[in-house]
């Protein structure tokens, strides 16, 4: 599944789409492929702050459980609330259904995220040296 260009991307492997003054974010299609089948998201609460770098929730795999990182730093403005119920949209819909959060930035850190091909290249570099 190709990285969409219109949105940035952590080395963290999580996504960030400007969306008219929010922020959407969600994990990418390379992350889903190596966590397997989700079982269970934990987001935060709308109105939380959370800091870019920072955990902002969990994800939870028939292999593992991972922290979700922050992107960006701001206000939770929305969260999915299907993934309660339907974590699965992470694994069928990683760009698109299976979005996990939406802030309201609160500095001009998305400048600094990697663009699609950047993303790219550092998942080839990676699968390279293994």
């Given at each position: 599944?190709?990285?969409?260009s219109?949105?940035r991307?952590t080395k963290?492997h999580?996504?960030?789409?400007?969306?008219?003054?929010r922020?959407?974010i969600?994990v990418?299609?390379f992350a889903?492929?190596q966590?397997g089948?989700?079982t269970?998201v934990?987001?935060?609460?709308?109105?939380?702050?959370?800091?870019?770098g920072?955990?902002f929730?969990?994800?939870e795999?028939?292999?593992?459980v991972?922290?979700?990182?922050?992107?960006?730093s701001g206000?939770v403005?929305?969260i999915?609330?299907?993934?309660?119920?339907?974590?699965e949209?992470v694994?069928s819909?990683?760009?698109g259904?299976?979005?996990?959060i939406?802030l309201?930035?609160?500095?001009?850190?998305?400048?600094q995220?990697?663009d699609?091909?950047?993303?790219?290249?550092?998942?080839?570099?990676?699968?390279?040296?293994?």
């Amino acid at each position: 599944m190709p990285n969409p260009s219109d949105r940035r991307y952590t080395k963290d492997h999580e996504w960030a789409r400007r969306d008219e003054g929010r922020v959407t974010i969600g994990v990418t299609a390379f992350a889903v492929e190596q966590l397997g089948d989700i079982t269970l998201v934990e987001l935060p609460a709308v109105g939380d702050l959370v800091r870019a770098g920072q955990p902002f929730g969990t994800i939870e795999s028939v292999k593992s459980v991972s922290e979700l990182y922050a992107p960006l730093s701001g206000r939770v403005a929305a969260i999915n609330p299907r993934l309660e119920d339907e974590p699965e949209l992470v694994n069928s819909a990683p760009f698109g259904e299976g979005w996990m959060i939406a802030l309201e930035p609160s500095g001009a850190e998305f400048e600094q995220l990697l663009d699609a091909a950047a993303y790219t290249a550092l998942l080839a570099a990676a699968q390279t040296a293994h």
